[in-house]
């Protein structure tokens, strides 16, 4: 509820498509992913997640496409690659550099909860997102 409801219009209203778990930034060059992870541990009154941060170049995916690699068309936010594709926790890129996650049960507030995470995904993981740039062919 707190993703659907309110993480994700306030990341489309930053320039983000997509729904569920995943959303793109858009770029010509670049896939700019931010993806959600739901911890295995997770019950039915009891969620936990994390963001995951992904940029990966549009001409090296298609190029692994085109030789044959077993990937989807369109690469995730919630999957390392390889040294030549970037990928983060948003906990990596938060003051204290470790890995966060965040807990939603029955108790926690929805609203207050979607603020603080699009707060950390406007404070460090969509200025990291931006900064990949650079990985353009």
């Known amino acids: 509820?707190?993703?659907?409801?309110?993480?994700?219009?306030?990341?489309?209203?930053?320039?983000?498509v997509g729904s569920g778990q995943v959303f793109e930034l858009p770029d010509p060059h670049v896939w700019l992913l931010l993806g959600i992870q739901k911890s295995s541990g997770s019950s039915a009154t009891r969620l936990k997640f994390t963001v995951n941060l992904a940029a990966?170049?549009?001409?090296?995916?298609?190029e692994l496409l085109e030789s044959g690699a077993n990937?989807?068309?369109?690469?995730?936010?919630?999957?390392?690659?390889?040294?030549?594709?970037?990928?983060?926790?948003?906990g990596e890129l938060m003051?204290?550099?470790?890995?966060f996650w965040w807990t939603v049960t029955g108790d926690v507030g929805h609203s207050e909860?979607?603020?603080?995470?699009?707060s950390a995904?406007?404070?460090?993981?969509?200025?990291a997102?931006?900064?990949?740039?650079?990985?353009?062919?």
Not at 71 to 90: E, L, Q
Not at 129 to 137: A, D, I, K, S, V
Request: contains cysteine; proline residues 10%; aromatic residues 12%.
């Open 56 to 62: 990966v170049p549009k001409g090296t995916w298609q």
């Open 129 to 137: 997102l931006r900064e990949q740039g650079n990985l353009r062919q």
């Open 1 to 16: 509820m707190a993703i659907r409801k309110g993480v994700a219009p306030e990341l489309r209203k930053l320039g983000f």
């Open 121 to 127: 995904c406007v404070g460090y993981g969509i200025p």
């Open 71 to 90: 990937y989807p068309s369109r690469p995730s936010p919630n999957k390392v690659y390889g040294t030549w594709a970037w990928w983060s926790r948003i």
């Open 95 to 99: 003051p204290g550099g470790q890995d």
């Open 113 to 118: 909860l979607a603020h603080k995470v699009v």
